[in-house]
C-alpha cells in the first residue's frame, strides 16, 4: 500500500478552518463512538462505527482486521467470518446469534449483517474474546491496550504523529461529540470536506498555544494530517485560547493528494489532546 502522508495546517480556534475546495453539497453527520488507546475512530470503511437496535456497537469486518491486528478470512457463500487474533478464534455467521470461540457455541444478543457487499460484526463478543479492556463512559468505547500500537493500524500512528504525540500534555483533553462529512471526486482527486464537533473536557480554561484537536484522514493510497509545529515551508497554527466545558468546531476541506482511482476514505482519526507549554520540555 502507497502511504502519502499531507500536511496541512489549520487556522484558528471555536471555528477554525482551512480550504482547498468549494462544495455545496449536504455532509452526513454521525456521533464519535469509539476510541482507541488516545484516538477517537470517527470513519471506518465502508461505514462508520455505529449502534444497533440492540445497543451493541457495529464494525464493519475490514476494520476489525485493520485496527485490531486481527488475521480475517471470509467465506461469501456461507457470509461466515474467521477472526484470529492471537491463539484465539471467533467464527461469525451473518444473520446468527451463535458465534463459535475457539470451537465454542457463544450466544450473543445481536448479530451480523451484510450490507453492500460487506459484513458488519458485533465488536463486543471480539473485544471480550481477544481480551482487549473495554469501558464505556460518556456514550463512547474505549479500548485501552499495547496491541493496538503494535500490529493494527494505529502502529504507524507513531511514526505519522510522531510530533504531536512528543508535544502532547493531556491526551484527554477534548471529547470529539460527532462528525460531519462527505466525499467527492473532482478533476479526478478525492476530496474531503469535514467538520469536527468537540468539547473541552478538562474542566477548566485551556490557555493559548496549547489547544490540539487534531485530525488524521487515511484515504486508500493517500493520507491527510494536520502539521503540528513549524517547518521551512509550513508554520505551526494559531491555537487561541478555549474555555472550560466550550464547544469548538474545526473545519476541513481539503484534497486527498492523489489522481489514483479508486482512493476511497478509509479512516477518519481524531485526538482530542492539548500541547505542553512552549517553555516546557
Known sequence: ????????????????????????????????????????????????????????????LRSVSELLGATVSYNNQTKTAEIKEGENIVQIQAGNKTAKVNGQNVEMDTKAVVEKGFLLVPARILFDSFSFKVTNENNVITLNDERLLKQGKLKYLSDDDRVGIARTADPNAFQPIEISYNVFVKNKVSLIDLTVTAKNSTGKDIPEGQED????????????????????????????????????KKQLNAGGGTIIQPNELQYILIAGRTFKPLNEK
Open 1 to 60: 500500500m502507497m502511504r502519502k502522508l499531507i500536511k496541512l495546517t489549520i487556522a484558528g480556534v471555536m471555528m477554525f478552518s482551512i480550504t482547498a475546495v468549494s462544495y455545496a453539497a449536504p455532509k452526513k453527520s454521525t456521533p464519535v463512538i469509539l476510541k482507541m488507546n488516545d484516538y477517537y475512530v470517527a470513519y471506518t470503511y465502508p461505514k462508520e462505527p455505529y449502534v444497533d437496535k440492540q445497543n451493541r456497537l457495529i464494525l464493519p
Open 213 to 248: 484537536l487534531h485530525t488524521i484522514i487515511y484515504f486508500e493510497h493517500s493520507s491527510i494530517m494536520d502539521a503540528d509545529d513549524s517547518t521551512v515551508d509550513i508554520k505551526d497554527r494559531p491555537r487561541p485560547a478555549v474555555k472550560k466545558d466550550a464547544i469548538i
